[in-house]
């Protein structure tokens, strides 16, 4: 039996994950409530961005924690200040009292979107590929803080074991995200000459990586994606939707018109996600770590749709 602390155990991810750690000691923790726990577990309220996790990390002594919590969808009106300070600071909260308090390993879900979105990105990519996350997509950009510290921690503190996971897009029963509302258009946005890849991982896929990862996995760098990957045309086959085309430079243009103007959450920036989506290579996370996702990218994705449409 481990004692296993979950910061944003309140998550779909969170959830998926505390029904594969029974005959463990776990501690689920969130910035509120969660119902219906699975017997056994207990609960604590934990808000990364203050003084939560010190107090509460050494009062429940976990060995490993599991850390979660980060905003991949900022809620509406959400800034982007808020988001770094659940993203960056509340991960060196987590960071500071885990070494505060002898806890032997950390697990943090980190993201593809940490290796960026540039025209030169190998495809696919592999763990040893520098992590550039953008500047200008607050999320990439918190990733690749985040796992820049996280190198400086491993370095200085090697006692505190890592697990980092650069997660695919995840999807399960109920997901709805930013992606999935790409999805869910009249017709699907591409790029003249881009197809725009998506690597997808189940959310039990990703569920019982995590708690091998807290358990009897090894320390490590792990991209966790289901194999292959979906471009634009794909997904749309699988819809049974339209694609429509647009030329790079023209969305860029009408996008900096729209934003401004409050037709559109998203501004010229958003054509380099559609062109350079980073595709990981998820043989180390088999190889290495020693598990293969159960689900590949196209029928995570064919669950979710069927389940969705």
């Known amino acids: 039996m481990t004692r296993i ?3 944003g155990a309140g998550g779909l991810v969170g959830r998926a994950l505390l029904a594969t750690l029974a005959g463990h000691e776990v501690i689920a923790t969130d910035h509120r409530p969660i119902d219906d726990l699975p017997d ?11 003084g939560d996790p010190a107090r509460v990390i050494a009062a429940t002594r976990p060995e490993v924690i599991i850390h ?18 659940v993203d960056v600071t509340g991960t060196e909260n987590v960071v ?8 032997r390993r950390l697990v943090v879900t980190s993201s593809g979107a940490a290796y960026g979105y540039h025209a030169d990105n190998p495809v ?9 996350g953008n500047p200008e997509f607050a999320y990439s950009w918190h990733k690749r803080l985040v796992e820049e510290r996280l190198g400086d921690i491993r370095q200085k503190h090697p006692e505190l074991e890592q697990v980092v996971l650069r997660v695919g897009t995840v999807l399960g029963p109920g997901s709805e995200n930013q992606i999935t509302n790409l999805f869910r258009k009249p017709r699907l946005l591409a790029l003249f000459g881009a197809e725009s890849p998506f690597v997808f ?32 045309s794909d997904l749309a086959r699988i819809m049974e939707k339209p694609v429509l085309r647009l030329p790079a430079a023209a969305l860029q243009a009408a996008l900096a018109v729209a934003k401004p103007l409050g037709m559109s959450r998203y501004g010229p920036e958003q054509v ?11 043989a180390a996370l088999k190889s290495t770590f020693g598990y293969t996702p159960l689900k590949s990218s196209e029928e995570v994705f064919r669950m979710w749709w069927d389940a969705a449409a």
């Open 40 to 50: 056994g577990m207990r609960f604590e309220t934990l808000d990364v961005t203050g």
């Open 272 to 282: 380099r996600f559609l062109q350079y989506r980073p595709v990981l290579d998820n």
């Open 96 to 103: 500071q009292a885990a070494l505060a308090n002898g806890v």
């Open 5 to 7: 602390l979950i910061t």
């Open 124 to 132: 696919p990519l592999v763990e040893s590929d520098p992590v550039r």
């Open 201 to 232: 991982i189940w959310t039990d896929d990703l569920a019982r990586i995590l708690a091998r990862a807290a358990t009897d996995g090894p320390p490590g760098i792990f991209n966790v994606a289901g194999d292959g990957a979906l471009g634009v």
């Open 68 to 85: 979660l919590a980060s905003i991949v969808t900022p809620p509406k009106g959400a800034t982007r200040e808020f988001a770094y300070k």
